[in-house]
């Protein structure tokens, strides 16, 4: 471990003063001229030196447009931002989200039995086996149909609610594993304080068949608890107040909020504070993906949560994949000044896990003071964003290939598809032909004097010529199973984290979802009583009064 005393983290040096931060800028200027086809030319070699591997998952960081030296040098920013030493803190429960005065113990959520990992002296894995246990006999329950609904019906739909952190995880792995989940259960989710996300996702159900569960860190999340009341009401309606226990089930840290809203506390599954709502859908807020997928499932997603923070604890930088993904990361938005970033994997079933990122990635470093409040001096956080591939092909990659803007891209791929397809085309060989041919193009593009050689009429050369040196990693794994799902969540949770670390954020706190919150708070009653007099500025004013009057 580096001695934290020597980093410039702990001698209060912002990022950018430091002499890494300086050698990293001078040899961008250095590189700037070098493509990609010449880096491949130049050592044949290349794609083996800019590989790691790590329990079955490999990647293949190539087609980036790095060195060696170059890799050396983010790697020594890294150790001067107090990478090691911040890696220490988190895995050893120190209060490292200092705006909220709390440890970031994720790590523990899929640390085995055994293992000790203190928050102010107490052991916390024993608790977090204790819970994975009640999920597990709960979900057994379910599942088998032990658990019936009030009238002794078996459960066929859960339907889990909550938003952010406590609905984008389960409902991303839901899909990522649909392979592995129990099909004469189904689950939905619902979000959005739309009333027509609550009203779809129950009208064709039948109550006596449906389980809801409440999932919120806080209890207090406004949009949660009203598509909760929202479902109580359906379910009431049908079989009265005294189904509410059989029908609901909650997941939270706060019993008291549980209790009043009226569910049973003994139907409760607890986390704890040192969760972060985006970094939870290992905990108890995974009891819907569990009920599906099955307990033996859940803990094999576990420990490829867990084999991926021992990588990341232990892997020298230079062979860490989340620490070179965040570095990747760091070289282009802040050396490159690339605004976004797309993570585009090759698999249907991981159509959401784009859009969990988003909240992981965006909620985390979409920051601009640093630890003590200071305003950041270089650019943070990216746009994350992206769709599985191949639809994206026929949609943005145009502007991907050929547009002004350079996106780098995570390809995420699967060696063996979960389905072999029907008919005679392997249509797997499709999928990932398709998956190579992007990031070869994006990287090598084609010259004027390649398109002129075939014969294109000299007007349209400009139009078909690809410039290339389009950075792409590429992230391959052997099946899109639950070891391979927590392997990928642990990695960009760690990503997130080495970037934050660097940038000197705090990746843990949100405090930009809260004035929206508030203010809305405000224009909830000027919405619902028109005599309350507008005090807004003259657009929010008039839209109100546009809603009034409707
Ligand atoms: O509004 C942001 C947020 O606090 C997220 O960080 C969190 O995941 C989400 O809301 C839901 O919060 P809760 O689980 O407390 O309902």
New binding site residues.
């Given amino acids: 471990m580096a001695n934290t005393e020597t980093t410039a983290r702990a001698a209060g040096t912002a990022v950018e003063r430091t002499p890494q931060w300086a050698a990293l800028a001078a040899h961008h200027t250095e590189i700037s001229g070098v493509t990609l086809r010449q880096l491949f030319a130049d050592d044949q070699k290349r794609a083996e030196s800019f590989t790691v591997q790590a329990d079955g998952l490999y990647l293949d960081y190539s087609k980036n447009i790095v060195t060696s030296r170059t890799i050396e040098l983010l790697v020594a920013l890294a150790e001067a931002a107090g990478l090691r030493s911040g890696i220490e803190a988190m895995f050893g429960g120190e209060r490292i989200n200092v705006t909220e005065n709390r440890p970031v113990l994720h790590v523990a959520l899929r640390a085995p039995a055994g293992v000790s990992i203190r928050v102010d002296g107490v052991d916390v894995v024993p608790e977090v086996h204790a819970v994975l246990d009640r999920m597990s006999a709960f979900a057994d329950r379910v599942r088998s149909g032990v658990w019936t609904g009030a009238t002794g019906e078996h459960i066929t739909t859960i339907v889990n609610i ?7 995880g389960p409902a991303m792995a839901y899909e990522a594993l649909r392979d592995y989940t129990d099909r004469s259960i189904a689950v939905r989710f619902v979000s959005n304080v739309d009333p027509t996300d609550v009203w779809e996702a129950t009208h064709d159900l039948d109550p006596a068949k449906t389980l809801f569960i409440v ?7 406004l ?2 608890l009203a598509n909760a009341r929202a479902a109580r009401s359906w379910l009431t309606e049908a079989l009265g107040e005294k189904a509410v226990s059989a029908h609901f089930v909650a997941v ?3 019993a008291e909020k549980v209790a009043e809203f009226g569910i049973d506390t003994a139907n409760m599954f607890e986390f704890w504070d040192w969760v ?3 970094y ?1 859908m290992d905990s108890a ?1 995974g009891l819907s993906l569990m009920v599906a997928i099955g307990p033996a499932h859940f803990r094999e997603m576990l420990a490829g949560f867990h084999a991926m923070d021992v990588h990341f604890r232990t892997a020298p930088f230079e062979r860490n994949i989340p620490v070179l993904l965040g570095l990747l990361g760091l070289w282009y938005r802040d050396f490159f000044g690339t605004q976004t970033h797309a993570v585009l994997p090759y698999s249907q079933y991981l159509a959401r896990f784009p859009a969990y990122l988003q ?1 992981l990635d965006m ?1 985390s470093n979409g920051k601009s003071v640093d630890l003590d409040g200071r305003p950041v001096q270089v650019p943070t956080g990216p746009v994350v964003w992206g769709t599985p591939g191949t639809n994206g092909q026929h949609a943005y990659f145009q502007l991907l290939h050929q547009g002004t803007t350079v996106v780098p891209a995570d390809f995420i791929g699967f060696v063996r598809p979960n389905h072999p397809g029907v008919g005679e085309v392997d249509q797997h060989i499709l999928l990932m032909a398709n998956f190579l041919a992007q990031t070869e193009a994006l990287a090598f593009g084609k010259t004027a004097a390649e398109v002129a050689a075939e014969g294109v009429a000299p007007e349209l050369v400009a139009h078909r010529t690809f410039a290339g040196n389009r950075p792409t990693t590429t992230l391959l794994a052997s099946r899109l199973d639950p070891f391979t799902l927590g392997q990928l969540v642990a990695l960009y949770e760690h990503k997130v984290f080495t970037q934050g670390v660097i940038w000197g954020v705090n990746s843990f706190d ?1 405090w930009g ?2 004035l929206g ?1 508030v203010l809305a708070g405000r224009i909830i009653p000027e919405l619902t009583d028109h005599s309350v007099p507008l005090r807004h500025d003259s657009s929010t004013n008039a839209l109100i009064s546009l809603l009034r009057s409707a």
């Fill in positions: 909550g938003i952010g952190g406590s609905d984008l999932a919120s860190k806080t209890f207090t999340t949009e949660t939270s840290t706060n972060g709502g985006r939870s807020i909240q909620e949100q979802v809260e919150k």
